[in-house]
Nanobody, 123 residues
Framework: QVQLVESGGGLVQAGGSLRLSCAAS????????MGWFRQAPGKERVFVAG????????SYADSVKGRFTISRDNAKNTSYLQMNGLKSEDTAVYYC????????????????WGQGTQVTVSS
């Protein structure tokens, strides 16, 4: 199994930046894809970004392309979501997730989830 702990959320002004971190544990972490999802109040949880185990393939929701960057450091068992040009509509709880199939370019079952971290963008 994989345990995931997000951090880095907080309050930021529109146009600002924030970096989320996801610390993972588990023997096979380096072979799994990692992703970030978010859930805004009253809405479903949606995919934001994903990255394959190698870090060579990434995927982004259209709403964040050009503004968010996902990365990972397998030596540190950590993934990151760099969020720039934040907008009020980015306000949500952000969740880190892992899938064992190492898939990010098409829908997949995400097997493990973190507890979430709140991101609030003021306008």
């Amino acid at each position: 199994q994989v345990q995931l702990v997000e951090s880095g959320g907080g309050l930021v002004q529109a146009g600002g930046s924030l970096r989320l971190s996801c610390a993972a544990s588990g023997r096979s972490f380096s072979t799994y894809a990692m992703g970030w999802f978010r859930q805004a109040p009253g809405k479903e949880r949606v995919f934001v970004a994903g990255i394959t185990a190698s870090g060579r393939v990434t995927s982004y929701a259209d709403s964040v392309k050009g503004r968010f960057t996902i990365s990972r450091d397998n030596a540190k068992n950590t993934s990151y979501l760099q969020m720039n040009g934040l907008k009020s509509e980015d306000t949500a709880v952000y969740y880190c997730a892992v899938n064992r199939d190492n898939i990010v370019l098409r829908p997949v079952n995400w097997n493990y989830w973190g507890q979430g971290t709140q991101v609030t963008v003021s306008s």
